[in-house]
């Protein structure tokens, strides 16, 4: 079975941080970009980071830029999100994503065809 599993969400108070962790399983990565998105309530998802399959290119939603590092190790097949400096605007769901093999990087959710069942991250004193 092809899936994403998150974790590593939680409670935490403004400027702490947290790594959330996507664990790939039932067929290779390595090849796809990933990325992480997020949705609060009552809003619609938006893009956070991606990582390229090899992952020498990254790019980040400017609300995060400086904040937030993606990274990858393909021979685990697990995405990281490291964020630091955690501000209660990024309180949400957050969900890992894969793109299929081969295909360009890119921001926009419709261009992701696996999705993880989410972890929420709370960011409250």
């Known amino acids: 079975q092809v899936q994403l599993v998150e974790s590593g969400g939680g409670l935490v108070q403004p400027g702490g941080s947290l790594r959330l962790s996507c664990a790939a399983s039932?067929?290779?990565?390595?090849?796809?970009?990933m990325g992480w998105f997020r949705q609060a309530p009552g809003k619609e998802r938006e893009f956070v980071a991606c990582i390229s399959g090899g992952g020498g290119t990254t790019y980040y939603a400017d609300s995060v830029k400086g904040r937030f590092t993606i990274s990858r190790d393909s021979a685990k097949n697990t995405v990281y999100l490291q964020m630091n400096s955690l501000k209660p605007e990024d309180t949400a769901v957050y969900y890992c994503a894969a793109e299929r093999p081969f295909r360009v990087l890119s921001i926009r959710p419709e261009y992701y065809d696996l999705w993880g069942q989410g972890t929420q991250v709370t960011v409250s004193s």
């Open positions: 039932g067929r290779t990565f390595s090849t796809s970009a």
